[in-house]
């Protein structure tokens, strides 16, 4: 496997999924020492050759000797398949591509409530907002998060009344509307509705995550419901730490956090 050279990447330095796979590139030396330097530097660099808003929302692959640029999936392909010869088949399937490319979108518009930084009011590589790829990816951590929700609840018998899938949707689409009316009650400029509901699914996200392996566990052995519940309450807790640093990087107020935790208790009121 060869480095490819003479290409540069431009990167956001404060993306973490950014940072983490073009440095593999490095590591891996599908890129060479000097594969990649940051948006910032690049569109100065470039500026000529260089499609700014384009590659805000697609990642720019520059071709240093002719000045050629390519951007998102096919940057990355162009990556892997130099490294990779027999996979070079993949950029003529034109069904998969399609596909790549959407995937690819769906995760850059998103990538900056997917993935929180402290800098976050002061980047200047921020993607477009898409509300079609916002609102999917609002949809889709909503359902998984329901789905996992649902399927824990069942480790809780005798804790707990009996869920279904109805009342989990409610539930979960219920704190999206609850927040939103709050956010939108405040009117403060300072604050993207889509931004915090985009973090605060994130946010929702992990915490199912984190019972994954819980109840791959009771697949296998068969736990009290009282140890099932602290572990909950655990991931309940670890949830809300991390709510509260999302919060403190879009630099929304801080209560946010707690009307976040008020809506769940009013919803334990109902259920019990």
Sequence with gaps: MKSLHNHTLLYDTDCPLCSTY????????????????????????????????????????????????????????????????????????????????????????????????????????????????????????????????????????GLVPPSNMIREYMICFGQIVFQTVILLCIRSKKILVFDYVGNMMTVSLIGALLLLPMLLLNHLIVLSPLINLAFFFAVVLFMFLHHKRRVRNLQAPFWLSYTWVLYRCLVLLFIL
């Design 22 to 157: 073009t440095n593999a590139f490095i590591k891996t030396r599908l890129l060479d020492s000097t594969g990649r330097i940051t948006y910032e530097k690049g569109v100065e660099l470039y500026a000529g050759n260089i499609d700014q808003t384009r590659a805000r929302n697609e990642i720019a692959l520059v071709n240093t000797a002719t000045g050629e640029v390519k951007y998102g999936i096919e940057s990355l392909l162009f990556i892997i398949s130099s490294g990779f010869p027999f996979l070079q088949k993949i950029s003529q399937n034109k069904i998969l591509i399609a596909l790549l490319k959407k995937l690819y979108a769906f995760v850059s518009f998103n990538r900056k409530v997917i993935a929180t930084s402290a800098n976050y009011t002061k980047q200047t590589c921020v993607p477009d907002f898409n509300i079609y790829y916002r609102l999917l990816y609002i949809l889709i951590t909503a359902l998984f998060t329901s789905t996992v929700l649902l399927k824990y609840s069942y480790m809780l018998k």
